[in-house]
């Protein structure tokens, strides 16, 4: 049983990566819509809009008990995806919430600002200032959701298993990588031997 959390920037490949990830490993890709979705019909609807609205366009503004119970939602349902396996879980805090499971590998996916603002320029077919404000906008609305909802710096390296700088990395480069290191913890996990159980 496969399960990845994959965290990434805006304009670093991520999406792109996680998409090849779960497609050659047959995983089923979770991410932050379907998280939203479930969290909206258990009653936590103007929070998550206010979560998906990283550029604060919408102006909403949930009260703190309807975020913290968008929170727990949120945990309740990254843990139940966990629970059925064979997962990859992009974004949303998973590689915090699952942080006590030796058996879920951790990815963060980064690059340097400029290529990110390249990559997003190209992609959505905006000017260059456009596209800065808007990584700009990314980065401080996920740093800002890790704080509140866990107290983390997203960008932790302690919280990953595997960093990967997509500065000098094509996407199948990094798929790869990620498919060999959920290999390799796979094995390891069949391997381990609590301390004071050896036969």
């Known amino acids: 049983m496969t399960i990845i959390t994959l965290s990434r920037e805006l304009g670093s490949g991520g ?28 009653g936590a609807g103007e929070a998550a809009l206010a979560e998906i609205d990283e550029l604060g366009l919408l102006r909403v503004k949930p009260s703190p008990a309807t975020m913290k119970l968008y929170r727990e939602k949120v945990h309740a349902i990254i843990e139940e995806q966990a629970r059925e396996g064979n997962v990859l879980l992009v974004g949303r805090g998973g590689q915090v919430v699952l942080a006590q499971r030796r058996d879920v590998l951790h990815v963060r996916i980064f690059a340097p600002r400029d290529l990110r603002c390249a990559n997003v320029q190209a992609r959505c077919g905006i000017p260059s200032e456009a596209s800065a404000a808007r990584v700009d906008a990314s980065d401080r609305a996920r740093a800002l959701f890790h704080r509140r909802a866990y107290g983390v710096r997203w960008d932790d390296p302690a919280l990953y298993d595997v960093v990967l700088n997509m500065a000098n990395l094509s996407v199948p480069a990094a798929a790869a990588i990620i498919i060999a290191a959920a ?12 301390e004071g159980c050896e036969e």
């Not at 290999?183 to 609590?194: H, I, K, L, V, Y």
Request: net charge positive; no cysteine.
């Open 15 to 42: 999406d792109d990566v996680a998409a090849l990830v779960a497609e050659r490993l047959g995983l089923r890709r979770v991410g932050r819509e379907i998280i939203n979705r479930a969290a909206q019909a258990a």
């Open 183 to 194: 290999g390799a913890q796979a094995e390891m996990n069949r391997s381990f031997t609590p």
